[in-house]
């Protein structure tokens, strides 16, 4: 699952991207209102999290323009105002959630899971299945057949990240930066390290093989 996190106290932003990328989350940030919608426009995230007093364009404009864009992704807003009203705005004009300042990261982390879980059930796909794999992204449970499946965060965000392009090829470029965050130039071994780890776990065993090779270029999930 991929986060976008717009907040221009950079320690904080920091250090939730940290956290968040401890529980799992790929995380992109963005220090002021005009970069964070740029993003938010362009890039598909499964859920932002919206600091409200921002440079040029604040939490809750931003929030507007989002949703006038038909822009669904679940918007947490963050903000040191605590007034009734100030909550009560954000969520008229669509956001999903507030948290005020200060909070606890624990709470923050349960309430990101929380309207993540709410955001799976309702485009009901909380369950992927493929052949006799199954993935509950919510439960981060993988099966194949009778077998489940242990991963660890990594493996499980790779996974997750190929059924999203199930049946498509994905290059090696996209997944380092997808998934992991690097520059693939300069890590070129690590996707092809990861991608063997998973396949070991996923394919080996078993007759019908899901991750394949395509040669030169990257990888696809398929049933073959
Ligand atoms: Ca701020």
New binding site residues.
């Given amino acids: 699952m991929k986060l976008l996190i717009i ?3 950079i320690k904080l932003g920091n250090y939730l991207k940290q956290g968040l990328n401890e529980a799992g989350f790929v995380v992109d940030t963005a220090a002021d209102g005009l970069d964070g919608q740029h993003m938010a426009l362009t890039e598909t995230y499964d859920l932002i999290i919206l ?1 409200i ?2 440079p040029y364009i604040d939490g809750l404009k931003l929030t507007q323009t989002l949703r006038e864009e038909n822009i669904t992704t679940p918007i947490l807003l963050l903000s040191a105002l605590n007034k009734p009203q100030d909550k009560v705005r954000g969520l008229d004009i669509g956001a999903d959630d507030y948290l005020a300042k200060p909070f606890d990261f624990a709470e923050l982390l349960a309430r990101v899971r929380s309207l993540l879980r709410r955001k799976t059930k309702e485009i009901k796909q909380t369950l992927i299945e493929i052949g006799d794999l199954s993935v509950d992204l919510v439960k981060r449970v993988v099966t194949r057949g009778s077998k489940k499946i242990d991963l660890t965060n990594k493996e499980f965000l790779l996974l997750e990240f190929l059924l999203s392009y199930k049946g498509e090829v994905v290059t090696r470029s996209l997944i380092a930066s997808s998934v992991w965050d690097i520059n693939f130039d300069s890590d070129r071994n690590v996707i092809d390290v990861m991608v063997k780890r998973l396949r070991s776990k996923i394919d080996s065993g078993f007759n019908k093989k899901l991750i394949h090779t395509v040669r030169g270029i990257g990888y696809i999930l398929e049933l073959r």
Avoid: R, T, Y
């Fill in positions: 907040e221009d106290e600091d007093m921002l």
